[in-house]
């Protein structure tokens, strides 16, 4: 089906061990995103690309790698994962730039 | 850096009753995109606003930007349980298409 997906949709880890969410999309945009979301933080840009072999940091990139070579997937992987790490993890996809976003379906991340 | 802020934090209306959350950002924004998440839910796009002091309308939805680009709200009219849920605004830094989003407003209708 067509859309953007991420896996796995839940995932409990240990402190210190590496773990990476996956993202996929279908439509082959440019643009994609990783957000974490945090009760009274909203949603917070972790990293972002342009495309495949460009990306950036966003606004809270500490402990997380991402790359991008091919377009349809932008991994994130956290390389040694921390309690503080505990959240709700957000990827998205843009055709564009300054254009809508369309969010996965979210992956729950519990750091024990 | 940029930040964008949004009042209320939570909000409870009757079914019925209006609703108004505002956003604020701390530098001049290009264009406002507002999204809704449902409890449980994923962001999902509603609109986007580029001019200074455009007015949006999706039925009983109500859309603005400011006239100095800095903020904008959102107005629900009669609101029905379905509009439940967390309605974000974001906004690009500056020169850029890294959207930064606001804290949310949590919107609980008692039916």
């Known amino acids: 089906d067509a859309g953007i997906t991420q896996s796995p949709r839940y995932k409990i880890t240990e402190t210190g061990r590496q773990v990476t969410l996956m993202c996929h999309q279908t439509w082959s945009h440019s643009y994609m995103f990783w957000y974490r979301q945090d009760l009274g933080h909203g949603l917070r840009l972790i990293y972002y690309?342009?495309?495949?072999?460009?990306?950036d940091k966003g606004e809270v990139p500490d402990g997380y790698v991402v790359s991008r070579s091919k377009t349809e997937n932008f991994p994130l992987t956290l390389e040694s994962a921390t309690r503080s790490q505990t959240s709700v993890y957000f990827c998205?996809?843009?055709?564009?730039?300054?254009?809508?976003?369309?969010f996965g379906q979210g992956t729950r991340l519990t750091v024990v | 850096g940029q930040q964008v802020m949004q009042i209320p934090q939570y909000q409870h209306v009757q079914e019925g009753e209006d609703f108004t959350t505002y956003c604020n950002s701390s530098?001049?924004?290009?264009?406002i995109q507002w999204y809704k998440q449902r409890p449980g839910g994923h962001p999902v796009f509603l609109i986007q606003l580029v001019k200074s002091g455009e007015v949006k309308k999706q039925k009983r939805l109500t859309f603005q930007f400011g006239e100095a680009k800095k903020n904008s709200s959102l107005h629900i009219t009669a609101t029905q349980t379905t509009d439940v849920g967390t309605y974000f605004c974001a906004g690009p830094t500056s020169g850029t298409y890294k959207y930064i989003f606001g804290t949310g407003t949590r919107l609980k209708v008692l039916a």
């Open positions: 530098t001049t924004l290009s264009n």
């Open positions: 998205a996809s843009s055709e564009g730039q300054l254009i809508e976003a369309f």
């Open positions: 690309s342009a495309a495949a072999d460009i990306t």
